[in-house]
C-alpha cells in the first residue's frame, strides 16, 4: 500500500459488497448513524463522501466536535486468517458539503440527499 494511501485493497473491496456502515458521533449527544456500504464514495485523495437526508443528530454534533468513528464490513471479503468476512473501523474528521462541485457530483448520484457528509481519514484498522 502506498504511504500516502490510508485505505487499503482490503477496504475498497468491501465496498464493493453490501453491509451496514455505522458513523458514531458525540458532541452534544453520542449517536450512531447507518447507511450502506455502496453509498460511500472515495475520493481520489482518499476522503470518504456520503449521502445525507438525515443525520441531522450526527451533523449537531459535527458542528461541536468534528470526530468521527465508522465502522463497516462484510462476510463476501475474506478477513485475517482466513476469517469468513472482515470489517474496518476507520477515525476521522468530519464536515458537511451542501454546494460545490462534489456536492452536484453526489446529487446526481444519489438525487435524496439534502448534504454530502465528508470524512477526512485519520486511520483505518482492519479488525477481523
Known sequence: MNDNKKLSEKFLE????????SI?????DVH????????????????ILIPA???RKTEKNVNVNNTVKITLG??????HNNYQGTGFLVDGTAR??????????????F??????????????????
Not at 74 to 79: A, D, N, P, R, S
Open 24 to 28: 458514531t458521533s458525540w458532541g452534544v
Open 74 to 79: 462484510t462476510k463476501e471479503v475474506i478477513g
Open 53 to 55: 437526508y438525515g443525520f
Open 96 to 109: 458537511y458539503i451542501s454546494e460545490g462541485d462534489e456536492f452536484n457530483f453526489m446529487k446526481e448520484k
Open 14 to 21: 468491501v465496498l464493493k459488497h453490501e453491509g451496514v456502515v
Open 111 to 128: 438525487s435524496f440527499l439534502t448534504r454530502v457528509l465528508e470524512i477526512t481519514v485519520e486511520s483505518a484498522k482492519q479488525m477481523l
Open 32 to 47: 450512531v448513524a447507518n447507511t450502506w456500504n455502496s453509498y460511500l464514495v472515495i475520493t481520489d485523495d482518499q476522503r
